[in-house]
């Protein structure tokens, strides 16, 4: 693929990640890819003051239920610094990757045949965990993979196609950070959004730090559900909170996710050894 053709990559990487760049950069070179770093936010002793202005610590706590994670802040401004570079160079495309994910020959053909390009998304997930898709989405992307619709908000930044026009709703929904990068609108229904099944890039690495915090830090909060409450209430609730489209979404995942859904991506070491709960099968 010649350079002049070839869509643009950025790798998000903490600028002290000496050893993860390296094999990214190795990895990426081999394939004959052209990259660059893009030094991600960090915040893993607290936030630094100067982004203080960036985040909404408020509209946060609504709509987690809890703080964010020094990570999980870096992580989530790392990424709009990248949506904002995407829309600063008038880029129309972009891949985007973290430095803990392992490109494959499939990646390269992936890219090679243009048919994200021609997909029509505006945001394609190549990796992702904790995602279901729609049944009756499933259609052909390239060789044995296919596109598929995500029917609740997946899990991972990994690596995904990004659009400029992605980059800009992504950007404006993550102005101020109020939620996690990934991500902060429900992109099955307000992203022309898709991934690939089976997921194109693999893990390097066992659970990030990040994903192992939120776990912990989600752990109490999920024990204290409000899974005692009767749907109405449920939906009531949502509706004070988030106003109609907020009570159609608690009625969307109470009564329609469970008979549309099908589980496509689980945890990291699911995905790596490719063990799901359910296999894709169309309607």
């Known amino acids: ?41 960090d915040a893993r002793d607290g936030l630094p003051e100067s982004f203080e202005d960036q985040i909404d610590r408020e509209a946060i706590r609504k709509n987690l239920g809890r703080d964010m994670l020094g990570p999980e802040l870096g992580c989530a401004l790392s990424h709009a610094l990248v949506y904002r570079e995407i829309l600063k160079r008038n880029l129309s495309r972009a891949i985007v990757l973290e430095d803990d994910i392992v490109p494959t020959t499939d990646f390269l053909e992936l890219l090679r045949s243009s048919v994200l390009e021609r997909s029509q998304y505006d945001l ?10 729609f049944r009756w989405s499933f259609r052909p992307c390239l060789g044995n993979y296919k596109f598929f619709r995500f029917s609740a908000l997946p899990s991972s930044t990994a690596c995904y196609y990004l659009t400029r026009a992605g980059a800009s709703k992504l950007l404006e929904a993550a102005t101020p ?71 159609l979404e608690k009625l969307y995942f109470l009564f329609l996710f469970p008979l549309l859904a099908v589980r496509v991506g689980g945890t990291d070491e699911e995905n790596a050894s490719g063990v799901f709960d359910e296999k894709p099968q169309p309607l």
């Open 1 to 41: 693929m010649p350079v002049e053709e070839q869509i643009p990559i950025f790798v998000v990487s903490l600028s002290d990640s000496h050893e993860r760049r390296e094999a990214m950069g190795e990895a990426l070179t081999e394939l004959g890819l052209s990259f660059e770093f893009v030094d991600a936010v």
């Open 124 to 133: 394609v997930l190549l990796y992702y965990n904790l995602a279901t898709a």
């Open 177 to 247: 950070i109020s939620f996690v990068a990934d991500w902060p609108l429900l992109i099955p229904f307000r992203m022309r959004s898709a991934g690939i099944f089976p997921s194109v890039i693999k893990h390097s690495l066992p659970p990030s730090l990040i994903e192992q915090s939120r776990r912990q830090a989600t752990s109490e909060i999920e024990a204290a559900s409000t899974t005692a409450l009767s749907r109405w209430t449920q939906i009531r609730t949502a509706l004070r909170s988030g106003g109609w489209k907020g009570g």
